[in-house]
């Protein structure tokens, strides 16, 4: 044991506090800790019934660490949760998640019109819409909230790879985001590409203004990796012939070709109809050579 925890034990409990101790008894329903200094815990009640799985599988001799609820009970005995000291110990390993920007591998229990509902260590938390990816947010016109639930709902069993960018244990409230992993990179990776430029993607959104185009990080890139970019084709960019619907030229998981025509606040727009050089470019023409005359004879 270093210093720290020397003067820690040497400290008068406090109720909320962690403690750590050996199990040195168990009854049928209570198990006594050992908790050196602190005097003898016990947890028992609805704390022993929440966590008697969980004690089943424990022995005398092995170590518990445990919220401290009562610090001295009519038995003189200081009383303990396992619940509350998991609890505890998942906020303070989520604190450092979200203060290192640890991307976190959710699974999407469920959805409602503002977002998507999963769990982080057993707690609750909240992936709004706007904090999805550009490739998974809904493209529904004039943000009609009936179709971007039927959106959301899709995602339900479904992955995403996420950062935590809020969290307060009083309130038991996370905040999830899965765009800030890539936004933190979309402005050094649209360093590779400017105006003018060809992209190959694959289409991932089609809807009545326009369709969205996943494409590579970087030109050498794998379509099928690092497809984090994306961009937009809006319906005018589609075709030169006028176009009732995006549908009536691309489809869903095509891929395509297109040109950049304009970056702007991270933002990539395309075109279709634009595949030529751009305008600006000069062409060379080749000079035409002096015909020679052969003289009759």
């Known amino acids: 044991m270093n210093n720290n925890e020397n003067n820690d034990a040497l400290k008068p409990p406090k109720r909320g506090a962690i403690a750590e101790g050996k199990i040195i008894g168990m009854g049928k329903?209570?198990?006594?800790?050992?908790?050196?200094?602190?005097?003898?815990?016990?947890?028992?009640?609805?704390?022993?019934?929440?966590?008697?799985?969980?004690?089943?599988?424990?022995?005398?001799?092995?170590?518990?660490?445990?919220?401290?609820?009562?610090?001295?009970?009519?038995?003189?005995?200081?009383?303990?949760?396992?619940?509350?000291?998991?609890?505890?110990?998942?906020?303070?390993?989520?604190?450092?998640?979200?203060?290192?920007?640890?991307?976190?591998?959710?699974?999407?229990?469920?959805a409602n019109r503002g977002g998507l509902l999963t769990k982080v260590s057993g707690i609750t938390a909240f992936l709004p819409v706007s904090q999805l990816s550009p490739g998974h947010y809904p493209k529904v016109k004039e943000g009609d909230t009936t179709k971007i639930l039927n959106e959301l709902r899709q995602f339900i069993g479904k992955e995403l790879k996420v950062r935590i960018i809020d969290l307060d244990p009083r309130q038991e409230k996370i905040i999830l985001s899965e765009k800030t992993k890539i936004v933190k990179n979309s402005q050094q990776t649209?360093?590779?590409?400017?105006?003018?430029?060809?992209?190959?993607?694959?289409?991932?959104?089609?809807?009545?203004?326009?369709?969205?185009?996943?494409?590579p990080a970087s030109a050498d890139a794998p379509l099928e990796e690092n497809s984090q970019m994306e961009g937009l084709i809006h319906i005018s960019e589609l075709s030169e012939k006028p176009v009732n619907h995006p549908s009536e030229v691309v489809q869903v998981n095509q891929n395509i070709k297109a040109r950049i025509i304009k970056i702007d606040?991270?933002?990539?727009?395309?075109?279709?109809?634009?595949?030529?050089?751009?305008?600006?470019?000069?062409k060379i023409k080749k000079e035409a050579k002096p015909e020679t005359k052969t003289e009759k004879v």
């Open 29 to 110: 329903s209570s198990v006594f800790i050992d908790l050196g200094a602190w005097g003898t815990g016990i947890i028992y009640g609805k704390d022993f019934l929440e966590a008697k799985e969980t004690l089943k599988k424990s022995k005398i001799g092995d170590k518990i660490i445990a919220k401290i609820t009562e610090l001295d009970n009519e038995d003189g005995y200081v009383e303990l949760s396992l619940r509350g000291a998991s609890q505890e110990l998942a906020w303070k390993e989520l604190i450092q998640k979200r203060e290192g920007q640890e991307i976190l591998t959710i699974k999407v229990l469920g």
């Open 190 to 215: 649209l360093k590779n590409y400017k105006p003018g430029d060809m992209v190959e993607g694959k289409v991932t959104g089609v809807t009545d203004f326009g369709a969205f185009i996943s494409f």
């Open 265 to 282: 606040d991270n933002k990539v727009y395309l075109s279709l109809k634009n595949l030529k050089e751009p305008s600006g470019t000069k």
